[in-house]
């Protein structure tokens, strides 16, 4: 039986969510009118701050023992379709919301002013990606998701097209969205199969309501091809190898809000965790192997071409691979530890990734290259760059004392239960992560300066001040995990609880088919 859920009029009396998804796009409408790139910046500056507070106060709100959808609203949208405009948070979201406006609030800070070129696009730009950011973590209708699934790819073609650093920057932002629009497609199928799978099943007509699709006693072979139909619609946009193709490219191209809002938020690994999971669990159980198979090849390749890199962002990319790959086999896992540590982990993404993304777009506005052998003794001209691109480096790679340890921690001994196997995999890949991380700390911060390297100034205070509080969160939620364990334990309990239940499913199917075959004699008595 799926949770109960509590609403916002039961919690708050105010549509919060709604308040979430409406400011972005209202201060990017007020930014296309700003008359210059000064008053541009200030009210980018008020709708970033409002953004944050307003998407912080879940983390306040929700009751973190309740594993159901919270703040919920439902507003009627299609309902001859079944589809409505419903909104929820629950523990998994509500950390992503309040990260996806402090990081959005840190690229403003330090990219809307005067010197960016055309700022009231760029600002409408970024507030409308934050916008879809924040509708694919509260939409609670499986069209409703859809609708911001895709809203994420205008922004980041303008972005990307427009204001990208790359010659080819044209071609990365239509691949980008020529290979999102393939991946889209196969995902629109599998939700449209859900609604109709919903309609067959109880003959009460089409659902797109996680809640009651949860609900329903779907055949195992419709489960299999649901599943096969989202693992790749998700895969494209985690991304999951070897559906990648696109994100090398674009990272080296984008423009730095780019590159900070797609290296660290990983909407496909979300996706998996809120929809593939609970809604195919039969399916999730038998394709389990197939998941550790995907990220331990994801987490190697993207290890070793990391390795091989001479582009800083393409490295840097292909490293964001190999976390995915990390995070996919805690999901295969499919028990409580490894399902939170891909929780934590899809976190951390989000707060390491982003941090030493925005740091390497501090590096290209002085030097004007990411190319390693243009690079070379940061440490001596920006020591306090430095400084925290070690830090937030180490942390992505398990350091303890940091969050990064408590993901990959939870992680290796969710495999260590499931399969020792998959947990010694996981440790070489982690090898291998350290390999490429030492070659970039030698290439870009040790050694002797080159270029405009040997002249780049340091981190200015509004720079200074954003990376500082990804590193005070990054030191916090190491040394003080509790209260994000605590906050995600409730909802990955009652997907795991499901997952259970299906592996008992799994087991009964397999043991009357070794009775049918003769493997087994049901007729012998048991002994005690």
Known sequence: MSPVELTAADTLGLPLLSLVLIVPIAFAVLAL?????????????????????LASLPLFLIDRDHPGMQLVERHEWMPSLGVMAQLGVDGLSAPLLALTALITLGVIAVGAGPQQRMPQVWVGAIFTLETALMGVYTAQDLIFFFMFWEMTLIPLHLLTSIYGVGRERGFAANKLVMTMMVGGGVLLLAFLLLGETHRELTGQGFSFDPVKLQALDIPLSRQLLLFGLMLIGFGFKAPIFPFHSWMPGLLQEGSLGVGVLTVGFKLGVY??????LPLTPDAVVLAAPLLAVLGVSGLFYGALVALRQESLRRALAFGGLSHVGFALVGLASLNVQGVQGAVICLVNMALLSTGVFLLTGFVWLRTRTSELHQLGGLWLTMPKMSTFFVLLSVAGLGLPGTSGFIGEHLVLLGAARANPAWALLLALGAALGAAWTWRLFQSVI????????????????????????????????????????????????????????????????QGEWLVSIGVINDDLPTQN
Do not use: K, M, S
Request: with cysteine.
């Open 446 to 509: 040790f050694g002797r300066p080159q270029g405009d390297a040997a002249t780049a100034t340091d981190l200015r205070p509004r720079e200074l001040l954003c990376v500082a509080l990804l590193a005070a969160l990054t030191l916090g939620g190491g040394l003080v995990p509790g209260p994000l364990l605590a906050l995600t334990r409730a909802p990955v309990e009652a997907i795991t609880a499901r997952l259970d239940e299906a592996q008992q499913r799994a087991e009964a199917r």
């Open 33 to 53: 009118f700003a008359p210059d790139g000064v008053q541009v910046r200030r009210v980018a500056l008020v709708g970033g701050v409002l953004e944050l507070i």
């Open 271 to 276: 996706g998996l965790i809120r929809f593939v």
